[in-house]
């Protein structure tokens, strides 16, 4: 195998930005319990942010229910210490409880203290809360100058309301040990959670969710305890499905954001993460989008920003970081950057038909040290020499690489050609979310197989879906010409159960059924999850057929109208105890290909195995060398599976369309590459048998014209 890493060790942090950056503290939502620790990420800008701790948590609690959400970071007035309080929870522990977190949660917080950010106590549990609280979410802290002591402030609900309305309580300490009584801070008519607070030329700003409308609050006061006003024209009151806002001051270099205030809001309805808006002038409550922050990772979710100084970020690098380089370039596929730090070289996979004899990569690196040279450069040729300050010198290459073929993270790509647009179209799984956590689905075109344009999101759960609002998976599509007219009929998952949607176009607007159409096993099935649809047109009956299943197959005929499935053809069609999933069917040459994936898509042993049959619902049979495609170790290639492929019109040509590990991190990630996976193809030939010879995986990928 390659020696593939994403950066090189930290020799220098010569040149950090003048002013500093930020630090980042978040936690990653549910899916282990690892996700519900704290994680650090920084930045220069607070736009593109950076992990630290090769994505692993800094801060890891054993104490209390052993998880942490919501972290909250406070300095001290004169910055010789640093507080950082959590809510004590782990939703991944109890198996997603949340009824208990509310009626029988935690009335401590977990706080952590440090003098420098770099070494940090042992957490200890606080009991802030009254005895009649059912739970302590999301704590934040203020230092009082009146008091001249820090207001601790969280959200609970209380036995008084049958713990059904929840208030912000809070508590006065001098040093996050010892607390005063609790008592009401915030009283709505209403459930609020998630206050933050700010304080800009002598007015304190107080931002909350109000949980009946979905939505974000502003009040103003001159006092911290008491005076508070709602500001009515709060330009983002209106704004729902967010919540756990953060507010901090900008330090920025890009121009026309320096000294700005910016708030960031969790829009969890959607699992997209934070969302940025920022105000030049808290007190007019006009706030206006930002560019969307760029993260290491998805979901980011309730936490906090630290504004750092120069040193404090160069500590927090030289402790947890690496150095790094990146590129600014559009034409260079960021994720897929390799750094073999053996040879000093760095490869730069470019998008196809980039001009290697005059392309400037626009490299970057978290030291802020001078690059050179700068500008295009010949490419052609082989390696361009770059000195990155005084002491490193790489020998950096671009190449034209094909795989992936989309940017960003998706899988479980569906592939169809589209005879009224005369393209190929990709459906795939909006990837890069904790747990399969994503709520929309994507389509992609091309004319070629190689280039591909994004037309953006063709449904978007919750939205468009009213039955479902969770686990966007495995979409499948089909063509059809009904009456002299096109139509298409998209079947996905959402919430381990299957739907369709239907439009004139093949990238939408798509209209949803309004119920899923496979919430069933079929009988005799007890075990699995009724995901992974394919849609399949018999070309010799032209009947249609509709494919699903996990840890099972089933198949059965779809009515006249593509919406519902008849029942009495439903046929169980499980091949052998190497099927997991992610059924996909073709026809060539009188023969009907079945393929499967095998094991698990978080295992780099994830793989593709056939079945042949003579009809649309088997028997199948199953050769003796049934691999399609596996890992190919040596080109740092895993968990490639779940796949479906596509052929030429008017050829024999046909290629396998699939995911893999993000490449080169994946195989670095541990179960979270898979749901950090991304779409490649390959060719696929036939012997003279009509068996598929196993497929190699590729980087260079589709080479044709």
């Given amino acids: ?45 607070g736009l593109d942010w950076q992990q630290l701790n090769h994505g692993e948590p800094v801060l890891v609690s054993h104490v209390g229910e052993k998880g942490v959400r919501d972290p909250y970071i406070l300095p001290s007035p004169d910055r010789s210490k640093f507080f950082l309080i959590a809510t004590d929870l782990s939703i991944n522990l ?25 070494d940090w106590s042992e957490p200890r549990l606080v009991k802030v809360a009254p005895d009649t609280a059912g739970c302590t979410w999301a704590p934040e802290a203020i230092y009082d100058e009146q008091r001249g002591e820090y207001m601790v402030f969280w959200a609970s609900t209380t036995s008084d309301d049958d713990f059904g309305k929840q208030r912000i309580w809070a508590a006065h300490t001098k040093d996050f040990r010892t607390f005063g009584k609790p008592f009401v801070y915030i009283e709505k008519p209403t459930t609020v959670i998630d206050t933050t607070i700010v ?47 953060a507010c901090f001051r900008l330090k920025s270099n890009k121009p026309g954001e320096d000294g700005k205030w910016c708030l960031l809001l969790d829009w ?71 750094v073999d730090t053996a040879a000093g070289t760095v490869e730069l996979p470019v998008m196809p038909g980039t001009d290697l004899k005059a392309f400037d990569p626009q490299l970057t690196t978290n030291s802020g040290a001078e690059i050179k040279p700068k500008g295009p450069q010949d490419f052609s040729k082989g390696p361009v020499v770059y000195h990155i300050g005084a002491d490193r010198t790489l020998e950096v290459s671009a190449v034209e690489n094909h795989n992936p073929v989309l940017n960003g993270y998706f899988a479980d790509p569906d592939t169809i050609w589209s005879e ?17 956590s994503g709520t929309y689905f994507k389509a992609f075109s ?53 739907g369709v949607a239907a439009s ?61 499935v008849n029942r009495r053809t439903v046929k169980v069609l499980t091949p052998d105890e190497t099927f997991r999933e992610g059924i996909h069917i073709f026809y060539r040459k009188g023969t009907y290909y079945f393929l499967w994936s095998e094991d698990d898509t978080r295992s780099p042993n994830y793989r593709v195995r056939y079945a042949m049959a003579k009809t649309p ?10 691999l399609v495609i596996a890992r190919h170790d040596d080109e740092g290639i895993f968990g490639t599976g779940h796949n479906s492929s596509i052929s030429v019109p008017g050829t024999d040509e046909h290629y396998l369309v699939y995911h893999r590990f993000t490449y080169p991190h994946g195989i670095e990630m541990g179960d979270r590459a898979g749901f950090h996976r991304e779409i490649c193809i390959d060719r696929m030939e036939f012997d003279e048998n009509g068996y598929i010879r196993q497929v190699t995986p590729t980087h260079s990928g589709v080479t044709r014209k």
């Fill in 1 to 45: 195998m390659k020696t593939l890493i994403a950066s090189l060790a930290l020799t220098t942090l010569s040149a950090l930005a003048q002013d500093g950056g930020y630090l980042f503290l978040t936690f990653r939502g549910e899916a282990t319990p690892m996700s519900e620790q704290i994680h650090f990420m920084v930045s220069e800008d």
């Fill in 94 to 118: 109890t198996k997603h409880d949340w009824g208990r977190a509310v009626r029988g949660g935690s009335k401590s917080l977990v706080v952590w203290e440090s003098k420098n950010l770099l």
């Fill in 199 to 245: 304080r800009d030329q002598g007015t304190y700003y107080r931002f909350t969710k109000d949980e009946k409308h979905k939505a974000i609050t502003l009040e103003k006061s001159k006092n911290l305890m008491t005076g508070w006003e709602d500001m009515p024209d709060f330009s983002l009151g209106r704004l729902t499905g967010y919540e756990g806002p």
């Fill in 268 to 338: 969890y309805a959607t699992g997209r993460g934070y969302q940025p808006y920022v105000t030049d002038d808290l007190a007019g409550g006009e706030f206006v989008e930002r560019d969307a922050m760029k993260f290491p990772f998805h979901p980011v979710r309730h936490g906090s920003v630290l504004p750092v100084t120069k040193e404090e970020m160069a500590s927090l690098i030289g402790k947890w970081g690496k150095f790094e380089i990146g590129s600014d370039s559009p034409q260079v596929k960021t994720r897929n950057i390799v």
């Fill in 420 to 436: 009224k647009e005369k393209k190929f179209f990709i459906y795939p799984t909006s990837d890069g979310y904790d747990g399969w």
């Fill in 446 to 498: 091309s004319p070629d197989l190689v280039n591909w344009t994004d037309e953006g999101v063709i449904l978007d759960l919750g939205k468009d879906v009213k039955w479902a609002d969770r686990n966007a998976w495995a979409p499948c599509m089909i063509e059809r010409k009904i009456n002299g007219k096109y139509r298409y009929f998209y079947y996905f998952t959402a919430a381990q159960k299957i």
């Fill in 504 to 564: 004139d176009e093949p990238t939408g607007p798509f209209r949803d059924l309004g119920k899923p159409i496979v919430d069933f096993k079929p009988r005799g099935v007890t075990g699995g999850q009724e995901i992974d649809p394919d849609v399949f047109e018999d070309p010799e009956s032209g009947k249609c057929y509709l494919y699903w299943g996990n840890g099972y197959l089933a198949a059965g005929e779809l009515s006249a109208d593509m919406a519902s």
């Fill in 617 to 626: 619902l088997g028997p199948l049979e199953i050769p003796e060398n049934n």
